[in-house]
């Protein structure tokens, strides 16, 4: 009896140390990335102010795609960078009975995944 609570109590601080040890690095890897999230973010608000100027959206299957570069023309954002790291980007918009906006940047250090 007392070798299975020894094995119990084994157990149990294995798991503690696995769960301890990815939490640790899933705290890492979310202050690592954090910032970039909120940059794909702050491109996707500058896009919803441009749309508000008046452009038409996308109707069926169409895709528009507007960049970094034209919302910096013409005065909706100013700066796309995050611990020096200058970025780039755009955000597809697409219309399926809601509007959805989707971000993507890409940076030295960081990619959005299915960035084109």
């Known amino acids: 009896m007392k070798t299975l609570n020894k094995i119990a109590i084994l157990w149990g601080i294995i798991l503690v140390g696995i769960f ?69 980007g755009y955000v597809t918009v697409k219309n399926n009975g809601v509007i959805a906006y989707t971000g993507y940047i890409k940076c030295s250090n960081y990619t959005t995944k299915n960035y084109q």
Do not use: M, R
């Not at 109707?59 to 954002?77: A, C, F, P, Q, S």
């Open 20 to 88: 301890a040890v990815l939490t640790y690095f899933g705290l890492q890897w979310k202050a690592k990335t954090g910032g970039y999230f909120d940059l794909e973010n702050k491109l996707v608000s500058a896009t919803k102010s441009y749309y508000e100027q008046g452009h038409a959206y996308p109707t069926g299957n169409n895709v528009v795609t507007i960049t970094y570069n034209e919302l910096k023309t013409n005065n909706i954002i100013t700066d796309l960078s995050y611990n020096n790291d200058t970025c780039d």
